[in-house]
């Protein structure tokens, strides 16, 4: 099992940044991918960025240039800087990793981020 703790959300104004981290404990050996999602009210949970063990990142178009994900292999965290953000960013996020390419994900409990106008 791989347990997920998620930290950095809150309430910030349009414009702002944050910055979410996801530590992985547990057995986090063959962890590959790294990923946050959203789940915003009354919209479906979204992917938000990936990263890959090496590094290769991908992005939702709605974030792309605005989000950057990282992650430390050594550390087993995968970050997320949120920049110039929106209130349509209010959502819960989520950490979700993936071990032996997917065969097992596993998902933290989430972190409220708010986007005041």
């Known amino acids: 099992q791989v347990q997920l703790v998620e930290s950095g959300g809150g309430l910030v104004q349009a414009g702002g940044s944050l910055r979410l981290s996801c530590a992985a404990s547990?057995?986090?050996?063959?962890?590959?991918?790294m990923c946050w999602y959203r789940h915003a009210p009354g919209k479906q949970r979204e992917l938000v960025a990936t990263i890959t063990t090496r590094g290769s990142t991908n992005y939702a178009d709605a974030v792309k240039g605005r989000f950057t994900i990282s992650r430390d292999n050594a550390k087993n965290t995968v970050d997320l800087q949120m920049n110039s953000l929106r209130p349509e960013d209010t959502a819960v996020y989520y950490c979700n990793v993936n071990r032996f390419g997917g065969l097992y994900t596993y998902w933290g409990k989430g972190t409220l981020v708010t986007v005041s106008s």
């Open positions: 547990g057995t986090t050996a063959s962890i590959n991918v």
